[in-house]
Every structure is written in C-alpha cells, then in structure tokens.
C-alpha cells in the first residue's frame, strides 16, 4: 500500500526562520493533504492539494506537489513559537475514494525563542 | 477547535477487557474514520464508515469494529484487548469521500495494563 513519508523526522530552527518539511509517496493519488498535531492531541488540517494541482498557498504555508517524483513540500515562511507541532502529510488513494487515507510518520518541528 | 467530540478523554482497561469509543461528527459530515495513533508515530487508518455503511478498512484484526448511526455519529468496539492497543483513538469526519478534508477530534487515549 502506499505510505507518506516525511523528511526530516525533526527540525529546529530559530523564530522567524523558514521550514521545510517533505512528503514522499509510493502510489498514484488523487490528493494529498497536509495536517499539524500539537503534542498528543487532534490533528489539525493545514492544507489540501489535488494531483493536478502543483502549489497552494494558505497565509504563511506553501505546499507544492510534484507527481512525477511523488512528492510534496510544506514551507513554513517566518516561523513562530506557536508553530511548534508535529506535521504530517496523508494521501488518498487515487482508485479508492477515502478508503485508504495514509498518514506518514511526521516531522517534529521545534521553533526556538 | 473542530466541531467533532469524542467520549471518553482518557480510558484504563485491563487486557481482555473491551470498550467502546464514541465519536460525533461535524454537522453536516456524513463520513467518519477512525485512526490508532501511538507514540510518536502517524495515525494509522483503521476503518472508515459512509451513510451507515463501512466504507474501507485498514489492516486492522476483526477485534476491532464499528458502527455509524443515522445521525452520522459513530462508535469503535474492541474486543479482547491487548497491551499494544494502548494507544490515542482519532475520529475524523468529513463531507464525504472524495477530496474532503478531515476534521479530527480530540482523540480518545486508551491505556491497557
């Protein structure tokens, strides 16, 4: 079955810097969606890119998608403390609406005062 | 805060015990799926329901099963519990199967001693 994975498994950087956190996949899609958790609780939907859609943005988040290499990027411009949290991408399988909704193990994302 | 509830916040069972998670969905969301998440790992699609009706399934053992009512709320029933069930239960609801983000709750966190 196909799996987001995503790169790095963790990252520190300094409040105001940029971040970068990537998705790769095995299978065809139909979309990939991006999601943040803050220690332990619910996850929270960010972002949501259909396979003919190659970037979106959505305030200070930009997400492109790159089928051809099954990937997918979540830049964080100007970070906060606040946006300390662990982000996942999850992909749905392109011939079975909903039925296959796979999350990747996530990047921890620690932004430093 | 996403309008999706789940009951109860936290649970101690006893292997070989069952239980039985609640989840209602956002108004207006006739899809929910439920997730297993455990410690520092990405959730882990267990199955999804839409209309009432079991829509897919992850690689989760007959143990585990559920159920949507007409009101589009829904419950988790495992049977026979293991220590490796310890885990946070996530419910999402959503508008339907295709291109929908999913709203998650609060999550359920079973501990099984």
């Known amino acids: 079955s196909q799996q987001g994975e995503e790169d790095p498994q963790a990252l520190s950087i300094q409040e105001g810097e940029n971040a970068t956190m990537n998705c790769s996949y095995k299978?065809?899609?139909?979309?990939l969606q991006w999601y943040r958790q803050n220690s332990g609780r619910g996850l929270v939907h960010l972002i949501l890119?259909?396979?003919?859609?190659r970037e979106k943005h959505s305030g200070r988040l930009r997400v492109t998608l790159d089928t051809s290499k099954k990937s997918s990027s979540l830049l964080i411009t100007a970070s906060r403390a606040a946006d300390t949290a662990s982000y996942f991408c999850?992909?749905?399988?392109?011939?079975?609406?909903?039925?296959?909704?796979?999350f990747g193990p996530g990047t921890r994302l620690s932004v430093l005062p | 805060e996403t309008g999706v509830t789940q009951s109860p916040t936290h649970l101690i069972k006893t292997r070989g015990q069952q239980v039985t998670l609640r989840c209602s969905s956002q108004?207006?969301?006739?899809?929910v799926s439920w997730y297993q998440q455990a410690l520092g790992q990405g959730p882990q699609f267990i199955f999804q329901y839409y209309r009432e009706e079991e829509n897919g399934r992850g690689n989760f053992p007959p143990r585990f099963s559920g159920l949507q009512f007409p009101n589009y709320s829904s419950e988790l029933n495992v049977n026979a519990l293991e220590l490796d069930d310890s885990a946070l239960y996530l419910c999402?609801?959503?508008?339907?199967?295709?291109?929908?983000?999913?709203?998650f709750g609060p999550g359920t966190r079973l501990t099984v001693t």
């Open positions: 890119i259909r396979s003919n859609e």
């Open positions: 108004s207006g969301h006739n899809t």
């Open positions: 299978t065809s899609i139909n979309n």
């Open positions: 999850a992909t749905d399988d392109n011939n079975n609406y909903g039925q296959n909704f796979v």
């Open positions: 999402a609801s959503s508008m339907g199967l295709a291109d929908y983000e999913q709203y």
